[in-house]
């Protein structure tokens, strides 16, 4: 079996092919999922899953409510709402671009989770992933980010978002596209818990 790092020669410029946020929460919620939908073609069936269709009725009613209103006390001047941005290779929409008086700006997205008193790995980097393209887009800089969970009486979290997280999702992105454009079979996630809730665990040899 290849191993991710067995290849260190993919051209992730490869005209046509771009990489949106849900690829970086697939990959990493499992670098499998990748390998089963990106390689082997195998549909994810989104529409079976609870969570998913809840998450878009939130988002659909998000756009709906209050699209004037600006979050002052964090210090917002502007902001855009379902903004579609692409760049080099990746893509995505997000829920909000809010521009501050210091001329920066940040995402916010909405989850459809509880807040569980820390923000998870996946949650942070789908938002590093929305400020590197508010930053190639927008010319500006994006050093922090919004989560709002709306099981918890729609809690507002503030995420830093550093340098190295820049860095580090240019590691998870050349990772990914290894997958997709090399065929390789990655190593499963190192968390046996989430192969209950994956919807390839019937072809997945990981699952105990």
């Known amino acids: 079996m290849n191993s991710i790092s067995d290849h260190d020669n993919t051209d992730s410029s ?5 990489i949106t946020a849900t690829d970086i929460l697939e990959y990493l919620f499992c670098p499998r999922f990748t390998y089963f ?17 809840k998450g878009r009725e939130i988002h659909e009613q998000v756009r709906k409510r209050n699209p004037e209103y600006l979050r002052k006390k964090q210090g917002v001047k502007d902001k855009k709402s379902d903004v579609y941005l692409a760049c080099k290779n990746i893509r995505g929409v997000v829920d ?3 521009f501050f008086d ?13 807040y569980k008193e820390r923000t998870f790995k996946n949650h942070k980097f789908q938002l590093v992933f929305y400020g590197k393209l508010i930053q190639e887009h927008f010319q500006v800089q994006v050093n922090k980010g919004f989560l709002i969970y709306t099981r918890s009486s729609n809690k507002l979290v503030e995420v830093n978002i550093t340098e190295k997280m820049y860095s580090d999702l240019d590691e998870i992105i050349k990772k990914l596209m290894k997958v997709i454009l090399m065929g390789i ?11 209950s809730d994956c919807c390839y665990r019937n072809i997945c040899e990981q699952v105990i």
């Open 185 to 195: 079979y990655p190593e499963p996630t190192k968390y046996n818990a989430r192969c």
């Open 14 to 18: 490869e005209p046509g092919f771009s």
């Open 37 to 53: 939908e990106n390689v082997l073609d195998i549909p994810e069936r989104q529409e079976n899953r609870f969570k998913v269709q």
């Open 96 to 98: 909000e671009i809010l």
């Open 102 to 114: 210091d001329n920066t700006a940040a995402p916010l997205d909405y989850k459809y989770a509880e």
